[in-house]
């Protein structure tokens, strides 16, 4: 396995998946939660199937736009989003009427309102976090290591949030509240990853100053290989089972983390090691005695 | 075989066994009663079932007043939760302007944010029914002595806007003239209830009355505090809101919770036969880890979330991370010719830096998560947190021992037991 031969196969691959999503995010935009856009959600369960024309007449009332989805293992229940801001009154008539005309008994329902203005405040904050947090890791890096290094790593970092970004503009899923902290999660995961690779890296120029820089990168991604492989297993299959198992909320929360861990797998062995590798090279490798 | 280590190596299992079953099922002997954890543990209201509304403010004061007001709607808010009944209410002033409401665990959580969410509620209403006026119109009101023929008396002053002051003339002017006492009543109500019902004796013009009666000081002030405070002084306007019907909250938590012991087993049996002798010790540690964690939440009193659960199986998928780059370094040193006590020595000394410092950087996430994150989020950013500092401390320190305890017990030279 030659990572640093190959590198430009795997920046296309990247690249690949990132152009498409750019493209679908300018083509459609993200499919923002309501938490972004403002406007209301409610979520009935009904306890059985029932066709959205049904549905459409109780909705149209108070909004004919507003979308109907069916969740649920039997497709009993529904989520009505709109997005206009109903007030308490509204929502309590919505659900009071699906309680009466379907004779629901046991009230299994939730119901989310957000004003338009919150949006921007989410989304502020959620790029200052994602700011600091950089920060953070980069300044602990270029403590522990050296600052190219810290370039690499956020580099492969902001690759795998343009991924998870583009995964989500490609499936179209709901970007919503936990969509930050998908975000955060996946990049606190793949700086773990990287971290662990770098370690090899600096550990191997320590014990064989002689060796090229290309082959202290692949035998370091070599030694470093199961154990990557295996945490992304473990790490993987607690996700995938949170997105089986879990309820609807759990599963826009577990599905970007199982792309995310992907991303951040892959760009730990295959983004971050060549980075680091254009870096070094511009200034010309010298080895450094341990 | 060593005797005593083995027995040493039993009583940790037997003891990390009996804690786990502690945990799930709870224990009673005599007089000790310990409760399983998922009944003791807090849940936040997306589990319990609740409301969660945040308010804000729609006015243009500033500065002191603007504070004032707040507090103000804090205490009306306050005083219409204590009336639902909700163990743990948590009301509190996220920002100069906004008011964050949590009420878990709620029967009717649709009428609770009815209930809060009410305005102006505090009424004057002659004897006919009509409203002489709202509790916007209360300027003030406070205790204050007045002076009697039978010495000082605490009585309740209020203070009208001029608005109230004309409508308080107009009817106390028409009031006054009543021949029957009856007739002469203002009730003063809050929510619906009557809470004083004052008699007047004269017509009052100056928008300032008196309220008189056998008060003690106490009882002036309290009647003082709900005049005052039923009139909202500002508007509340909810930005935000979220209610989980009860049934909801627990088929999220039933779920959640399957999908943790799914998750759990999977991650044991990969272990197992994966790295053998070494995963079995990464298993209990494990155990352990997810002990420290489910009780460090309860005693630092954090709520358990859906994104906290979530958080929480995410970080036992990860804390198996620091155990496997132990092990394999561990394979590694084996493969280079070491004795089994002497590569687990060294692969522990070798994994240390890189488990040091991935978990730190990914610490520093977590903490951002923690200051910036909003309402749950918070809550994952803690767990997160949570778990990778146990994690690192059950790998670095108990998986360490309990892996060496396995090499004096049995001495073996197969390496295969140690997965390579």
């Known amino acids: ?290 | 075989m060593n005797m005593k280590k083995t027995l040493l190596f039993i009583l940790i299992i037997a003891i990390v066994g009996l804690a786990s079953y502690t945990a799930l099922y709870g224990i009673e002997m005599g007089k000790v009663k310990i409760t399983k954890v998922r009944d003791s543990i807090d849940l936040g209201l997306d589990l319990a079932g609740g409301v969660y509304v945040i308010l804000e403010a729609e006015t243009d004061l500033q500065g002191a007043e603007l504070q004032r007001a707040m507090d103000q709607t804090i205490m009306v808010i306050n005083k219409r939760v204590d009336g639902l009944g909700v163990a743990e209410p948590s009301i509190v002033k996220e920002s100069s302007k906004r008011i964050r409401v949590e009420l878990a665990g709620i029967g009717n959580p649709q009428e609770a944010i009815d209930i809060i969410g009410k305005t102006a509620q505090l009424q004057f209403i002659d004897p006919k029914g009509n409203e002489v006026l709202s509790g916007k119109n209360v300027k003030n009101s406070e205790a204050r002595f007045q002076q009697t023929e039978f010495g000082d008396k605490p009585v309740v002053a209020l203070e009208f806007d001029k608005e109230g002051s004309k409508k308080f003339a107009d009817a106390t002017t028409e009031l006054a003239g009543k021949e029957n006492v009856g007739e002469r009543i203002i009730y003063i109500m809050l929510d619906g209830d009557i809470i004083s019902s004052p008699i007047v004796e004269e017509p009052i013009k100056d928008g300032k009355g008196v309220i008189s009666g056998e008060f003690t000081v106490e009882e002036a002030n309290n009647l003082a505090n709900l005049i005052r405070a039923g009139a909202l002084p500002v508007e509340m306007k909810a930005l935000q809101s979220r209610v989980i019907g009860p049934t909801l909250g627990l088929k999220a938590f039933e779920k959640s919770i399957k999908a943790g012991g799914i998750a759990i087993l999977f991650i044991f049996l990969f272990m197992l036969i994966f790295y053998r002798v070494p995963g079995l010790t990464a298993n209990i540690g494990l155990t352990i880890y997810v002990l420290i964690v489910v009780y460090s939440m309860k005693y630092l009193g954090v709520k358990l979330t859906l994104p906290g659960i979530a958080g929480l199986i995410l970080s036992i998928g990860m804390a198996v991370d620091a155990n496997v780059l132990i092990f394999e370094r561990i394979k590694e040193e084996i493969r280079n010719g070491k004795s089994i006590r002497a590569s687990i020595d060294h692969g522990f000394k070798r994994a240390l830096t890189s488990v040091l410092d991935s978990n730190i950087t990914t610490l520093i996430a977590g903490f951002v998560l923690y200051y910036f994150g909003i309402g749950p989020i918070k809550g994952f950013g803690v767990t997160l947190i949570l778990g990778i500092i146990a994690s690192m401390i059950t790998s670095v320190f108990i998986t360490k021992y309990l892996l060496k305890l396995t090499v004096e017990i049995s001495n073996t030279k197969n390496t295969k037991l140690y997965g390579v």
């Open chain 1, 1 to 290: 396995m030659n990572i640093i031969k190959n590198r430009k196969i795997f920046y296309s691959i990247s690249l690949a998946i990132i152009i498409v999503g750019l493209i679908m995010m300018v083509a459609k935009g993200l499919n923002y939660g309501i938490d972004f856009t403002g406007g209301t959600s409610i979520q009935i369960k009904i306890g059985k199937m029932v066709t959205v024309e049904e549905i459409r007449e109780i909705i149209d009332e108070y909004d004919n736009s507003a979308s109907v989805v069916h969740v649920g293992n039997n497709k009993d229940e529904i989520i009505i989003k709109s997005s206009k801001d109903f007030d308490n009154e509204e929502i309590n008539g919505i659900v009071d009427k699906f309680v009466e005309k379907y004779d629901i008994e046991t009230k299994e329902f939730q119901s989310e309102k957000f004003v338009a203005t919150m949006g921007d405040e989410i989304k502020k904050k959620a790029l200052l976090s994602s700011f600091i947090a950089a920060v953070g890791m980069l300044v602990y890096i270029t403590w522990r290591f050296e600052f190219k290094f810290a370039i690499a790593a956020i580099i492969a970092l902001i690759h795998d949030v343009l991924i998870t970004l583009s995964i989500y503009a490609i499936f179209g899923i709901p970007a919503n509240n936990s969509f930050i902290a998908a975000i955060l999660t996946i990049l606190g995961y793949s700086i773990n990853d990287t971290i662990v690779i770098f370690d090899r890296i600096r550990e191997e120029t320590r014990l064989n100053p002689r060796h090229s820089l290309e082959k202290l990168i692949n035998d370091s991604v070599k030694k470093s290989l199961t154990r990557t492989i295996n945490t992304s297993i473990t790490t993987l299959a607690a996700v995938v089972i949170l997105y089986i198992v879990g309820v609807e909320d759990v599963k826009v929360l577990a599905l970007p983390l199982i792309f995310g861990i992907i991303s951040g797998t892959y760009s730990s062995l295959f983004i971050a090691s060549p980075i680091w590798y254009a870096l070094k090279n511009r200034e010309g490798f010298k080895t450094k005695k341990a």
